[in-house]
């Protein structure tokens, strides 16, 4: 596996991990959980296949687009800030718990 698909794995570790303490928590409303929940299955789908799924693209109309697309921003960039706000957020809620 590349590199970015071992980090797009961990970043669904953690919001798996977010979903389940909202779910057990009682933090968040149902939406919520059905975002968390979506991006979740999406991250595993990315991280197993290493491209989103062709029906989501298709379905998309276009608007999602394969990785390998030039037009696409890195994934050398929007993974480590999303790896920094998630791990912001982890701090955020570790200091509220204590």
Partial sequence: MKRNRWVAG????????????C???????????????????LGFAYSLRGRLP????RRSGGSITHDDDA???SPKVYLPILLVIIAIACTAIA????
């Fill in 71 to 73: 037009t696409n921003v």
């Fill in 10 to 21: 961990t970043l669904c570790v953690l919001l798996l991990t977010l979903l389940i303490y």
């Fill in 54 to 57: 062709d029906e989501l693209v």
């Fill in 95 to 98: 200091w509220v718990l204590l």
């Fill in 23 to 41: 779910i057990v928590a009682g933090v968040a409303d149902l939406r919520t959980h059905i975002m968390l929940a979506f991006g979740v299955i």
